[in-house]
């Protein structure tokens, strides 16, 4: 089922490599704790190194400055075997490799994408600091939705940017911001023309409300005092209506 990701994707044969990462490169080259080898014991089954994206593959210039090197770029796919503790398995990956990454996370017939920021360590030029992680959200292949068929069609390669490897890589960051709001309105088309700065703005407070809103809904169960619970229940409301707000904004 994986399988149908790649192909919406179109990369050519030539980007293929299709290497098992094995784990012991994690637990020798980060800082893991008990807890995270565990978490890499226990909840992946398989990293395989995909596919690899660089100027002798696709022709697309590297691009360096003296904060950013995006010289290549690397599909990792982490095969799991539970699939709670993806973020911080996410974490430890980015910070271990050094390349822009794409990590697909893989569980049964469902699929989440992850991508990060890196900009140059000052310190030590051989380590990345990792930025402004973005996960998509989980898509289940063998179901798809509309917005889902509709992102995947969108992140066929053919059609990013190819003025240098920095803009590449976030031509499918972007794809996936856009993904994300759809997933609140419904309709990926109608995002794509809009700025990408201001959907994730709007995005982002979405985001924010609702975790609100989660926080309120169990302080809610909690609360044994009538007036406090309806105090409490009036605060959801309004949140809900500003959240609503947002969300006709985004579709707007």
Not at 77 to 84: A, P
Not at 89 to 99: F, G, N, R, S, V
Not at 108 to 120: P, Y
Not at 206 to 234: A, C, P, T
């Amino acid at each position: 089922m994986i399988s149908k990701l790649y192909k919406k994707m179109n990369i050519p044969a030539t980007c293929e490599v299709g290497n098992t990462i094995f784990k012991k490169l994690f637990y020798e080259n980060s800082n893991m704790s008990t807890s995270d080898k565990n978490i890499f014991t226990n909840d992946i089954e398989k990293i395989v190194w995909k596919y690899s994206f660089k100027e002798e593959n696709l022709h697309i210039k590297p691009y360096e400055t003296e904060n950013l090197d995006y010289e290549e770029i690397a599909v990792i796919e982490v095969l799991l075997s539970y699939d709670k503790k993806y973020r911080r398995i996410a974490e430890i990956i980015q910070k271990t490799i050094p390349y822009p990454l794409i990590l697909v996370f893989v569980r049964d017939d469902n699929i989440l994408l992850n991508v990060a920021s890196k900009r140059v360590n000052k310190v030590d030029v051989n380590k990345n600091t990792v930025e402004d992680y973005i996960y998509s959200s989980w898509i289940n292949l063998s179901g798809l939705k509309e917005n889902e068929e509709k992102f995947l069609e969108s992140i066929d390669i053919r059609n990013f940017s190819f003025v240098n490897m920095y803009k590449f890589y976030h031509s499918f960051v972007e794809k996936i911001e856009i993904f994300n709001a759809s997933v609140i309105t419904g309709d990926f088309d109608n995002l794509k023309s809009k700025d990408i700065e201001q959907v994730n703005a709007l995005n982002n407070e979405v985001e924010s409300l609702n975790n609100d809103i989660e926080r309120l809904k169990l302080e809610l169960k909690r609360e044994g005092q009538f007036n406090r619970r309806v105090d409490i229940n009036i605060k959801i409301k309004k949140i809900e209506a500003k959240r609503n707000e947002l969300i006709e904004k985004l579709k707007a």
